[in-house]
């Protein structure tokens, strides 16, 4: 079907090829007025204007000559004659070279030829004759004086006429410049008016051709975007494009059979993931339960005895994985209750918050040598949130802080705001984080592998949790750290204002209290997360 409509390139091919034929005679056009122009141009250069210069010259030298006759009769030194004797030297040599230029002009060559008798005149009846009388008033003659001069300005008349014809060459060649130039821009402007006009006819005729299709493809998938699935398009135009609206058509029918394939697996998923989040809640409810009994027992049992020292080896070991399963489930409950259920926002005091979880912490860190550097404005920085959600976001990570910290080490806590932005920054100078696992923070149960090496505790599910958190409350969190230098940790919550009066999109409104069975709500955060 394709085959029976134009190809766009055969379009192209049949619109461009007249505008290419117009630029290339355009292109030859003002090629050849160069040319011309140049030519012209050399012509003065090299022939007219050297030939003038030469004219010039002999005048130069013949009055030269005759200057020399002159001061050696008036003063009859013999040096006053020097540039008579230099000028009789040059002359055989630039009435040759005068000779070389007689062709650029009929009659050209018979002036420089009477220019030549001339001078030999002026030589015969005057130069030579005067110094054979030599200087002073003894050998003046007025006959002869007047004699050379009638010559000599006869010569400079002859002079004067050749570099008449010398200019009139050069006249001509600019005229033919200048010709060839108007020539070379009337056709330019003209082509060039006949090129935009026939682009202007090929275009019109192109954009029906292919803008037409086009533009009903574009209606069409429009229409498909804004929700109508039954929209088609038509078949028309060059080849290319009906190609085009005949494989929309086809991916729009597939796409309408896909929509109803998506819509029951998007259902069955949703299905499938209340029912994951109802797994893992309860799971981790009837475990708790259990763990407790195991380990109320155990301490009974453990207490009853007199152990000698491997058993109570074994006693530790026990209590140890008890607590590490303790709080691995303690720490799904919180994470299920943060991810699957609405976060009530009220109006919060950040700076409490923060206060609260150094304080809780203080005596932990001072146990190991930790000093705390707190830096929380006096004025309190309100935001819209959970207090419950936040207090066990900053715990788990100023509780992070302290447990890879280094013994002696420090923790610095601070919160500042710029008005639209709370910001958080917990700094530690612990183990760090190696650079390749910066980018796996926040998977679930992933831990450093230098804290797994130093066999230090955590569920790999903390950082998970402050993440989902902070982005609950329309925030963002970033983690900078080198490897057995420090880490830092920086969490930015809008601060409550006109502009973040509304909850955050998904999350509960202010006072609407959160989903019955929240294991995690009436109580407070736990504490000891590893750092992901």
């Known amino acids: 079907m394709t085959n029976q409509h134009p190809t766009v390139t055969s379009l192209l091919t049949r619109t461009l090829a007249p505008i290419l034929l117009l630029m290339v005679v355009l292109g030859v056009l003002g090629v050849i007025g160069v040319y011309r122009t140049n030519q012209a141009v050399n012509h003065v250069l090299d022939e007219v204007s050297p ?20 001061g050696w009769a008036i003063q009859g030194e013999d040096a006053a004659l020097q540039p008579y004797r230099d000028a009789l030297k040059r002359l055989p040599q ?11 002009r009929p009659g050209l060559d018979r002036l420089i030829d009477e220019q030549s008798e001339l001078s030999e005149r002026w030589l015969a009846v005057y130069a030579r004759p005067r110094l054979a009388a030599g200087p002073g008033l003894d050998g003046y003659d007025q006959t002869r004086f007047i004699r050379g001069k009638r ?48 682009a202007w006819l090929l275009a019109r005729r192109l954009r029906r051709r292919v803008a037409g299709p086009l533009t009903d493809l574009e209606a069409v998938v429009r229409q498909q975007a804004s929700g109508d699935v039954s929209a088609r398009a038509r078949v028309f135009g060059p080849s290319e494009v009906a190609a085009v609206a005949a494989a929309f058509n086809t991916l729009a029918e597939e796409n309408e059979k896909a929509r109803a394939v998506e819509g029951a697996s998007k259902e069955r998923l949703l299905q499938l993931d209340h029912a994951k989040d109802d797994f893992v809640s309860n799971v981790s409810h009837e475990l708790r339960t259990p763990l407790t009994s195991i380990r109320g027992y155990l301490e009974l049992v453990q207490d ?45 005091d950040l700076g409490n918050v923060v206060h609260d979880v150094v304080t809780d912490l203080r005596i932990a860190a001072a146990n190991r040598g930790i000093n705390f550097v707190l830096d929380v404005p006096d004025n309190g920085i309100r935001v819209l949130g959970d207090r419950i959600q936040l207090l066990r976001a900053i715990l788990n990570v100023v509780s992070n802080a302290v447990k890879f910290c280094r013994t002696d080490g420090h923790v610095d806590v601070r919160l500042s705001s710029d008005g639209e932005e709370a910001t958080l920054t917990v700094r530690d100078n612990g183990i760090g984080i190696p650079a390749a696992e910066l980018n796996q923070l926040g998977s679930r149960f992933f831990r450093g592998s ?20 902070v982005g609950k409350h329309g925030g963002r969190m970033s983690i900078d750290s080198e ?27 202010p006072g609407e209290p959160t989903a019955p069975g929240d294991p995690a709500a009436p109580g407070e955060p736990t504490a000891g997360e590893s750092r992901e």
């Not at 630039?94 to 650029?104: F, K, N, Q």
């Not at 420090?486 to 509304?502: D, K, M, N, S």
């Open 94 to 104: 630039v009435t040759a070279s005068l000779h070389g230029y007689e062709d650029l």
């Open 304 to 348: 009853g005895q007199d152990a000698d020292p491997q058993t109570e080896q074994m006693w530790r070991v026990i209590n140890r994985n008890v607590d590490r399963l303790g709080v691995l489930i303690e720490d799904l409950l919180a994470l299920a209750n943060v991810e699957s259920h609405n976060t009530t926002l009220t109006e919060v």
């Open 151 to 198: 010559v000599f300005d006869a010569l400079r008349s002859t002079n004067a006429r050749i570099d008449a014809s010398f200019d009139a060459e050069a006249e001509a060649a600019r005229h033919t410049a200048r010709l060839a130039y108007q020539r070379a821009v009337i056709a330019v402007i003209v082509l060039t008016v006949l090129a935009a006009f026939v």
């Open 51 to 70: 030939g003038l210069a030469a004219n010039r010259e002999y005048l130069q030298v013949m009055t030269d000559a005759e200057t020399g006759v002159r």
């Open 450 to 469: 230098n804290a797994v090496h130093l066999q230090i505790g955590g569920t790999g599910l903390g950082l998970r949790m402050v993440q989902t958190i």
């Open 483 to 509: 490897e057995h230098e420090f880490t830092l940790v920086t969490i930015r919550i809008p601060v409550l204002g006109p502009h973040t009066a509304e909850p955050v999109a998904g999350e509960a409104a």
